[in-house]
């Protein structure tokens, strides 16, 4: 089976790994393959190639090196990061994916034809049109830093979603580029899910 392979360096780490991929893996699906155990963090990075952020629609070419690019968490969870970092062991660094150890489960007939067009979850702004749009923040608290707007009718690729909080990359309209939005406050829906 071919394999993607992902590669970071920064200071004094370094290390390249190598994922099971198929002709259906998306940048997504390789994301949360590398953070399996803690899906929610595939929000935390990008991946790059040839110097540009490659969205997580795009389909995974094996012949190709994937930048790690770490954005990081912030607030609380910048401070579990750092605990968590803190206890690791010589190996948990020099093998920072274990799970990607284990060998694949055979997909099932439904699963496989249901991934055969792979498929980022995308949603439409439909908030805040008499205010220009709702408001994103910097992280999933709701206390986070206020990046702005994004715009009513801005259609957003889904990077990761925990309960009402969705984390975003901007597809089309104006606002900043990623940031974390609520689809419903109050009960009154800010975003549809329209992929």
């Known amino acids: 089976m071919p394999r993607a392979t992902v590669s970071f360096k920064h200071e004094e780490q370094e290390w390249n790994h190598e994922f099971e991929v198929d002709a259906a893996t998306t940048v997504l699906d390789l994301k949360r393959k590398m953070t399996s155990s803690a899906p929610e963090h595939a929000a935390w990075f990008e991946l790059c190639r040839d110097g540009s ?3 997580n629609s795009d389909l995974v070419d094996p012949l190709a090196i994937y930048i790690f690019h770490y954005l990081g968490p912030s607030g609380s969870d910048q401070d579990n990061l750092e605990q968590h970092v803190a ?12 799970s990607a150890r284990e060998e694949p489960r055979p997909l099932s007939a439904p699963v496989a034809a249901a991934i055969a067009e792979p498929a980022v979850p995308r949603w439409r702004i439909t908030g805040g049109s008499d205010k220009g749009g709702i408001i994103v923040r910097q992280s999933e608290s709701l206390k986070s830093a206020d990046l702005g707007r994004v715009s009513t009718g801005a259609i957003v690729e889904e990077i990761a979603k925990v309960g009402d909080r ?3 990359r901007l597809e089309e309209g104006t606002g900043p580029a990623k940031g974390w939005v609520s689809i419903r406050v109050s009960g009154k829906e800010l975003a549809e899910k329209i992929s």
């Open 166 to 168: 969705l984390c975003y």
């Open 53 to 55: 952020t490659v969205k």
């Open 87 to 98: 206890g690791l062991t010589a190996e948990d660094h020099d093998d920072p994916f274990p």
